[in-house]
């Protein structure tokens, strides 16, 4: 089944530099990489997506990126704000037999801390 | 639009009480996923309806977790004789494609 790797665990950055955070998959066959960011208190909140068709993607100053041949998909934000604190999870869909249900695998977390 | 909402937003149960956390997703959405969220960590799948059907129950973690949507909307995740161990966030996602959304979830306290 598929599992998915997140690091770091934790980042600090001083408000405007730029933040990545990279995940690892192991599943050839995942098709679909889901970043969300959650705040204190909150559910999981989608921020961008990624399919498997396509290397990158963007959305004002957020950005994902996918290697299928590495199996790793990395986000990155610029211009940091300290708005953008909270704990981001990549994830990958889990096939189930031949079809694929939708779950989610998640990775552990990054904690993300934007200094002013 | 509105979006998902989950039901209590707290609950406290003494170890051995039956609960019942109710979820209600985006209008339309066929799809509805229950997570569970331990401390710390990301959320880890439940399980899975496609409208009224329950097409994957495959991460509940015990016969003592069952859950339904009988008319294909409104879903409940119950936990019988409830333990220690199932104190987390239990989350709540509904979707019509790919994207889930996600309730802001219920935080489960076993004592």
């Known amino acids: 089944g598929e599992n998915v790797e997140q690091h770091p665990s934790t980042l600090s950055v001083q408000e405007g530099d730029s933040a990545v955070i990279k995940c690892t998959y192991s599943d050839s066959a995942s098709n679909y990489f889901p970043w969300y960011k959650q705040e204190l208190g909150k559910g999981p909140q989608l921020i961008i997506d990624i399919r498997s068709n396509v290397g990158e993607k963007k959305d004002q100053r957020i950005a994902v990126t996918l290697n299928k041949t590495a199996k790793h998909f990395s986000l990155h934000i610029t211009e940091t704000q300290p708005e953008d604190s909270a704990v981001y999870f990549c994830a990958a869909p889990r096939l189930h037999g031949s079809s694929n249900t939708g779950k989610l695998i998640f990775g552990q977390g990054t904690t993300l801390q934007v200094k002013p | 639009g509105a979006g998902v909402s989950q039901s209590p937003r707290y609950k406290v149960a003494k170890r051995g009480q039956d609960v019942a956390l109710r979820c209600d997703p985006i209008?339309?959405?066929?799809?509805l996923f229950w997570y569970q969220q331990a401390l710390g960590q990301g959320p880890e799948f439940l399980t899975y309806f496609q409208n009224e059907a329950q097409l994957d129950k495959s991460g509940l973690p015990s016969d003592r977790f069952f859950a339904e949507r009988p008319e294909g909307s409104v879903s409940t995740l119950k936990i019988q004789r409830t333990q220690q161990e199932d104190s987390a966030v239990y989350l709540c996602?509904?979707?019509?494609?790919?994207?889930?959304?996600f309730g802001p979830g219920t935080r489960l306290t076993v004592l």
């Open positions: 209008s339309g959405h066929v799809s």
């Open positions: 996602a509904s979707s019509h494609g790919r994207e889930q959304f």
